[in-house]
Protein backbone atom coordinates (compact mmCIF):
# COMPACT_ATOMS: atom_id res chain seq x y z
CA UNK A 1 0.00 0.00 0.00
CA UNK A 2 2.80 2.21 0.77
CA UNK A 3 4.35 2.20 -2.93
CA UNK A 4 0.84 3.30 -4.13
CA UNK A 5 0.09 5.83 -2.25
CA UNK A 6 3.38 8.09 -2.11
CA UNK A 7 3.32 8.63 -6.18
CA UNK A 8 0.20 10.43 -5.56
CA UNK A 9 1.03 12.60 -3.09
CA UNK A 10 4.31 13.45 -5.14
CA UNK A 11 1.96 14.08 -8.94
CA UNK A 12 -0.61 16.38 -6.33
CA UNK A 13 2.54 18.45 -5.52
CA UNK A 14 4.05 18.41 -8.48
CA UNK A 15 0.57 19.76 -9.59
CA UNK A 16 -0.23 22.56 -7.45
CA UNK A 17 3.63 24.09 -7.52
CA UNK A 18 3.04 24.75 -11.64
CA UNK A 19 -0.42 26.81 -10.56
CA UNK A 20 1.60 28.83 -8.32
CA UNK A 21 4.33 29.59 -10.62
CA UNK A 22 1.49 30.46 -13.31
CA UNK A 23 0.09 32.92 -10.77
CA UNK A 24 3.29 34.69 -10.20
CA UNK A 25 3.65 37.21 -13.54
CA UNK A 26 -0.81 38.14 -13.08
CA UNK A 27 0.52 39.47 -9.75
CA UNK A 28 3.61 41.51 -11.30
CA UNK A 29 1.08 43.04 -14.04
CA UNK A 30 -1.49 44.08 -11.70
CA UNK A 31 -1.02 48.51 -11.83
CA UNK A 32 0.03 50.16 -9.21
CA UNK A 33 -2.01 52.52 -6.98
CA UNK A 34 -1.28 55.27 -4.39
CA UNK A 35 -0.32 59.33 -4.51
CA UNK A 36 0.43 60.88 -8.19
CA UNK A 37 2.47 64.67 -8.31
CA UNK A 38 0.80 67.31 -10.59
CA UNK A 39 2.39 71.08 -11.26
CA UNK A 40 0.49 73.80 -11.48
CA UNK A 41 0.63 75.87 -14.49
CA UNK A 42 2.03 79.59 -14.49
CA UNK A 43 -0.85 80.90 -15.38
CA UNK A 44 -3.54 79.19 -12.96
CA UNK A 45 -1.08 80.74 -10.53
CA UNK A 46 -1.25 83.59 -11.51
CA UNK A 47 -5.34 84.47 -11.71
CA UNK A 48 -4.93 82.63 -8.45
CA UNK A 49 -3.01 85.51 -7.60
CA UNK A 50 -5.08 88.16 -8.99
CA UNK A 51 -8.30 86.68 -7.48
CA UNK A 52 -6.37 87.26 -4.10
CA UNK A 53 -5.57 90.44 -4.54
CA UNK A 54 -8.84 91.45 -5.77
CA UNK A 55 -9.95 90.23 -2.75
CA UNK A 56 -7.93 91.30 0.09
CA UNK A 57 -8.63 95.01 -1.67
CA UNK A 58 -12.09 94.47 -1.55
CA UNK A 59 -11.66 92.95 1.73
CA UNK A 60 -9.63 95.95 3.35
CA UNK A 61 -12.07 98.63 1.53
CA UNK A 62 -15.05 97.23 3.19
CA UNK A 63 -12.81 97.22 6.64
CA UNK A 64 -12.50 101.10 6.21
CA UNK A 65 -16.08 101.56 5.56
CA UNK A 66 -16.88 99.28 8.34
CA UNK A 67 -15.62 102.64 10.95
CA UNK A 68 -16.22 105.37 8.54
CA UNK A 69 -16.25 108.01 11.21
CA UNK A 70 -12.36 107.17 12.81
CA UNK A 71 -11.21 106.02 9.17
CA UNK A 72 -12.40 109.36 7.91
CA UNK A 73 -10.28 111.43 10.80
CA UNK A 74 -6.86 109.18 9.75
CA UNK A 75 -7.78 110.37 6.21
CA UNK A 76 -8.37 114.08 6.86
CA UNK A 77 -4.79 114.14 9.30
CA UNK A 78 -3.08 112.60 5.79
CA UNK A 79 -4.70 115.47 3.89
CA UNK A 80 -4.05 118.19 6.53
CA UNK A 81 -0.17 117.11 6.27
CA UNK A 82 -0.36 117.47 2.00
CA UNK A 83 -2.08 120.22 1.74
CA UNK A 84 0.56 122.62 2.97
CA UNK A 85 3.26 121.46 0.84
CA UNK A 86 0.43 120.98 -2.25
CA UNK A 87 -0.60 125.12 -1.42
CA UNK A 88 3.29 126.20 -1.19
CA UNK A 89 3.90 124.48 -4.88
CA UNK A 90 1.19 125.98 -6.20
CA UNK A 91 2.90 129.48 -4.77
CA UNK A 92 5.61 128.61 -6.48
CA UNK A 93 4.19 127.79 -9.67
CA UNK A 94 2.45 131.21 -9.49
CA UNK A 95 6.09 133.18 -9.03
CA UNK A 96 7.34 130.80 -11.67
CA UNK A 97 4.43 132.52 -14.37
CA UNK A 98 5.09 135.84 -11.88
CA UNK A 99 9.65 135.15 -12.99
CA UNK A 100 8.51 134.28 -17.10
CA UNK A 101 6.91 137.86 -16.87
CA UNK A 102 9.55 139.67 -15.22
CA UNK A 103 12.16 137.80 -17.35
CA UNK A 104 10.02 138.99 -20.89
CA UNK A 105 10.42 143.27 -19.32
CA UNK A 106 13.94 142.77 -18.59
CA UNK A 107 15.49 145.41 -20.72
CA UNK A 108 18.63 147.70 -21.08
CA UNK A 109 18.19 151.30 -21.51
CA UNK A 110 20.79 152.92 -24.00
CA UNK A 111 20.81 156.44 -23.69
CA UNK A 112 22.73 158.03 -26.62
CA UNK A 113 24.27 161.20 -26.48
CA UNK A 114 22.51 164.46 -27.20
CA UNK A 115 24.25 165.56 -30.08
CA UNK A 116 22.91 162.41 -31.86
CA UNK A 117 20.63 162.82 -34.67
CA UNK A 118 18.39 160.71 -36.62
CA UNK A 119 20.96 159.33 -39.07
CA UNK A 120 23.34 158.94 -36.39
CA UNK A 121 20.52 156.74 -34.06
CA UNK A 122 19.82 154.34 -37.17
CA UNK A 123 23.38 153.39 -37.45
CA UNK A 124 23.60 152.65 -33.78
CA UNK A 125 20.47 150.44 -33.85
CA UNK A 126 21.90 148.41 -36.56
CA UNK A 127 25.17 147.94 -34.68
CA UNK A 128 23.22 146.68 -31.43
CA UNK A 129 20.84 143.95 -33.76
CA UNK A 130 23.91 143.05 -34.63
CA UNK A 131 25.13 141.81 -31.39
CA UNK A 132 24.87 137.94 -30.72
CA UNK A 133 21.97 138.61 -27.71
CA UNK A 134 20.20 141.02 -28.74
CA UNK A 135 16.59 139.92 -29.18
CA UNK A 136 14.44 143.15 -30.54
CA UNK A 137 15.51 146.93 -29.63
CA UNK A 138 12.81 149.71 -29.90
CA UNK A 139 14.11 153.24 -30.65
CA UNK A 140 12.58 156.19 -28.58
CA UNK A 141 12.81 159.89 -29.79
CA UNK A 142 13.47 163.00 -27.89
CA UNK A 143 10.42 164.16 -28.20
CA UNK A 144 8.53 160.88 -27.73
CA UNK A 145 10.76 160.07 -24.28
CA UNK A 146 9.72 163.37 -22.93
CA UNK A 147 5.61 162.44 -23.77
CA UNK A 148 6.38 159.17 -21.91
CA UNK A 149 8.02 161.33 -18.71
CA UNK A 150 5.40 163.64 -18.65
CA UNK A 151 2.11 161.24 -18.78
CA UNK A 152 4.02 158.48 -16.16
CA UNK A 153 4.71 161.61 -13.62
CA UNK A 154 1.37 163.39 -14.45
CA UNK A 155 3.96 166.90 -14.82
CA UNK A 156 2.04 168.07 -17.93
CA UNK A 157 2.37 171.79 -16.81
CA UNK A 158 5.69 171.80 -14.83
CA UNK A 159 7.65 170.38 -17.96
CA UNK A 160 5.38 172.84 -20.62
CA UNK A 161 7.63 175.68 -19.76
CA UNK A 162 11.17 173.93 -20.64
CA UNK A 163 12.62 176.21 -23.74
CA UNK A 164 14.34 172.75 -24.61
CA UNK A 165 14.16 168.83 -24.46
CA UNK A 166 16.63 168.01 -21.93
CA UNK A 167 16.20 164.46 -22.62
CA UNK A 168 18.42 162.18 -25.48
CA UNK A 169 17.26 159.95 -27.62
CA UNK A 170 17.60 156.59 -26.74
CA UNK A 171 17.05 152.91 -27.33
CA UNK A 172 15.16 149.82 -25.19
CA UNK A 173 16.79 146.55 -25.54
CA UNK A 174 15.53 143.46 -24.72
CA UNK A 175 18.37 140.65 -24.51
CA UNK A 176 17.65 136.88 -25.61
CA UNK A 177 19.39 135.70 -22.27
CA UNK A 178 18.58 137.63 -18.65
CA UNK A 179 21.40 135.78 -17.19
CA UNK A 180 22.98 138.54 -15.00
CA UNK A 181 26.63 137.79 -16.40
CA UNK A 182 25.08 137.59 -20.23
CA UNK A 183 23.45 141.18 -19.27
CA UNK A 184 26.23 142.93 -17.54
CA UNK A 185 28.70 141.53 -20.65
CA UNK A 186 26.19 143.13 -23.43
CA UNK A 187 26.04 146.26 -21.62
CA UNK A 188 29.74 146.48 -21.20
CA UNK A 189 29.68 146.01 -25.53
CA UNK A 190 26.76 147.90 -26.36
CA UNK A 191 28.39 151.30 -24.06
CA UNK A 192 31.46 150.77 -25.75
CA UNK A 193 29.54 151.83 -29.42
CA UNK A 194 30.19 155.16 -30.63
CA UNK A 195 27.74 157.62 -30.16
CA UNK A 196 26.41 155.84 -26.68
CA UNK A 197 26.62 157.88 -23.76
CA UNK A 198 25.47 155.47 -21.21
CA UNK A 199 23.24 152.16 -20.87
CA UNK A 200 21.56 151.64 -17.78
CA UNK A 201 20.79 148.09 -16.08
CA UNK A 202 19.09 147.07 -13.16
CA UNK A 203 19.85 143.69 -12.05
CA UNK A 204 19.13 144.20 -8.62
CA UNK A 205 15.58 142.92 -8.68
CA UNK A 206 16.15 140.26 -11.19
CA UNK A 207 18.23 138.78 -8.31
CA UNK A 208 16.50 139.13 -5.50
CA UNK A 209 13.44 137.35 -7.40
CA UNK A 210 16.12 134.24 -8.55
CA UNK A 211 17.19 134.01 -4.67
CA UNK A 212 13.47 133.98 -3.33
CA UNK A 213 12.46 131.17 -6.09
CA UNK A 214 15.59 129.54 -4.97
CA UNK A 215 14.22 129.89 -1.35
CA UNK A 216 10.92 128.88 -2.02
CA UNK A 217 11.80 125.82 -3.80
CA UNK A 218 14.45 124.68 -0.65
CA UNK A 219 11.36 125.31 1.93
CA UNK A 220 9.24 123.53 -0.63
CA UNK A 221 11.28 120.53 -0.25
CA UNK A 222 11.92 120.73 3.04
CA UNK A 223 8.32 120.83 3.87
CA UNK A 224 7.39 117.98 1.34
CA UNK A 225 9.50 115.76 3.02
CA UNK A 226 8.37 116.88 6.40
CA UNK A 227 5.19 116.34 6.07
CA UNK A 228 5.85 113.02 3.64
CA UNK A 229 6.77 111.87 7.26
CA UNK A 230 4.25 112.71 9.03
CA UNK A 231 2.13 110.76 6.35
CA UNK A 232 3.87 107.47 7.41
CA UNK A 233 4.09 108.04 10.67
CA UNK A 234 0.27 108.47 10.70
CA UNK A 235 -0.21 105.71 8.78
CA UNK A 236 2.03 103.22 10.12
CA UNK A 237 0.90 104.19 13.92
CA UNK A 238 -3.09 103.28 12.13
CA UNK A 239 -2.04 99.98 10.40
CA UNK A 240 0.05 99.12 13.76
CA UNK A 241 -3.30 99.04 16.09
CA UNK A 242 -5.07 97.05 13.08
CA UNK A 243 -1.89 94.52 13.16
CA UNK A 244 -2.34 94.11 17.36
CA UNK A 245 -5.99 93.85 16.63
CA UNK A 246 -5.83 91.16 14.20
CA UNK A 247 -2.74 89.42 16.11
CA UNK A 248 -4.93 86.37 16.78
CA UNK A 249 -5.95 85.46 13.16
CA UNK A 250 -2.31 86.47 11.81
CA UNK A 251 -0.84 83.70 14.49
CA UNK A 252 -3.44 81.18 13.36
CA UNK A 253 -2.74 81.78 9.49
CA UNK A 254 1.09 81.57 10.09
CA UNK A 255 0.87 77.98 11.59
CA UNK A 256 -0.93 76.66 8.81
CA UNK A 257 2.04 77.92 6.74
CA UNK A 258 1.12 81.01 5.76
CA UNK A 259 3.99 83.56 4.63
CA UNK A 260 4.90 87.40 5.67
CA UNK A 261 3.73 88.36 1.85
CA UNK A 262 0.48 86.23 2.46
CA UNK A 263 -0.26 88.54 6.04
CA UNK A 264 0.88 91.84 4.47
CA UNK A 265 -1.40 92.11 2.15
CA UNK A 266 -4.55 93.44 3.47
CA UNK A 267 -2.94 95.73 5.64
CA UNK A 268 -0.98 97.17 2.78
CA UNK A 269 -3.97 97.71 0.52
CA UNK A 270 -5.48 99.34 4.15
CA UNK A 271 -2.40 101.62 3.63
CA UNK A 272 -3.45 102.40 0.30
CA UNK A 273 -6.83 103.33 1.03
CA UNK A 274 -6.07 105.41 3.58
CA UNK A 275 -3.40 107.65 1.17
CA UNK A 276 -6.01 107.59 -1.73
CA UNK A 277 -9.06 109.22 0.22
CA UNK A 278 -6.35 111.85 2.33
CA UNK A 279 -5.44 112.98 -1.35
CA UNK A 280 -8.75 112.63 -2.61
CA UNK A 281 -9.40 115.14 0.42
CA UNK A 282 -6.50 117.17 0.07
CA UNK A 283 -7.86 118.42 -3.51
CA UNK A 284 -11.34 118.79 -2.27
CA UNK A 285 -9.56 121.50 0.45
CA UNK A 286 -7.64 122.69 -2.12
CA UNK A 287 -10.16 123.40 -4.31
CA UNK A 288 -12.60 124.50 -1.48
CA UNK A 289 -9.25 127.51 -0.49
CA UNK A 290 -8.97 128.40 -3.46
CA UNK A 291 -12.35 129.53 -4.16
CA UNK A 292 -12.84 131.49 -0.48
CA UNK A 293 -9.61 133.14 -1.63
CA UNK A 294 -9.90 133.84 -5.60
CA UNK A 295 -12.34 136.85 -4.59
CA UNK A 296 -9.92 138.81 -2.68
CA UNK A 297 -6.90 138.10 -4.68
CA UNK A 298 -8.68 139.03 -7.65
CA UNK A 299 -10.14 142.42 -6.20
CA UNK A 300 -6.29 143.04 -5.07
CA UNK A 301 -4.61 142.64 -8.04
CA UNK A 302 -7.56 144.79 -9.94
CA UNK A 303 -6.92 147.84 -7.22
CA UNK A 304 -3.17 147.76 -8.71
CA UNK A 305 -4.41 147.91 -12.38
CA UNK A 306 -3.63 143.84 -12.86
CA UNK A 307 -5.08 140.74 -13.30
CA UNK A 308 -3.93 137.50 -11.45
CA UNK A 309 -5.91 134.46 -10.39
CA UNK A 310 -4.78 131.85 -7.94
CA UNK A 311 -3.29 128.77 -10.09
CA UNK A 312 -5.06 125.38 -9.61
CA UNK A 313 -3.49 121.49 -9.65
CA UNK A 314 -4.58 120.62 -13.00
CA UNK A 315 -4.74 116.91 -14.19
CA UNK A 316 -0.89 116.42 -13.85
CA UNK A 317 -1.35 117.75 -10.64
CA UNK A 318 -4.16 115.92 -9.46
CA UNK A 319 -3.00 112.83 -10.68
CA UNK A 320 1.19 113.33 -8.98
CA UNK A 321 -0.66 114.50 -6.00
CA UNK A 322 -2.88 111.49 -5.76
CA UNK A 323 -0.09 109.27 -6.68
CA UNK A 324 2.64 110.09 -4.17
CA UNK A 325 -0.19 109.97 -1.40
CA UNK A 326 -1.00 106.24 -2.20
CA UNK A 327 2.27 105.70 -2.03
CA UNK A 328 3.15 107.07 1.13
CA UNK A 329 0.16 105.06 2.96
CA UNK A 330 1.83 102.00 1.37
CA UNK A 331 5.37 102.35 2.52
CA UNK A 332 3.90 103.14 6.37
CA UNK A 333 1.74 100.06 6.11
CA UNK A 334 4.70 98.12 4.51
CA UNK A 335 7.05 99.61 7.62
CA UNK A 336 4.82 98.86 10.29
CA UNK A 337 3.77 95.36 9.27
CA UNK A 338 7.09 94.33 8.65
CA UNK A 339 8.37 95.83 11.55
CA UNK A 340 5.36 94.26 14.16
CA UNK A 341 6.03 90.74 12.12
CA UNK A 342 8.69 90.24 13.43
CA UNK A 343 7.83 90.26 16.41
CA UNK A 344 4.88 87.52 16.43
CA UNK A 345 5.81 84.24 16.97
CA UNK A 346 2.73 81.83 16.34
CA UNK A 347 2.03 79.11 19.21
Not at 173 to 202: F, H, I, K, N, Y
Request: hydrophobic letters at 45%; a positive charge; glycine letters at 8%.
Amino acid sequence: MKPSTTPKRRQGAALKTPRKAAAKPAVDKAPQRGARSQQTRFSSRLRAWGRHHRSMAWDSFQRLVRYPLGNLLTMLAIAIALVLPAALWLTLDSARLLDAELDESATLTVYLELTADDAQSMRIEEAVNAEPNVLETRLISAEQGMAEFQQSLGLDDALAGLESNPLPISMVVRPESVDPVAMQQLAARLEALSGVDEVRLDLAWVERLRNLAELGRRVALALGALFGLGVLLVVGNTIRLSVESRRREIEVVMLIGATHAFVRRPFLYSGAWYGLGGGLLALGLLGVGNHWLSMPVAALAASYGASFSLPQLDVTGSTILLSCSTLLGWLGAWLAVTRHLSSIRPR
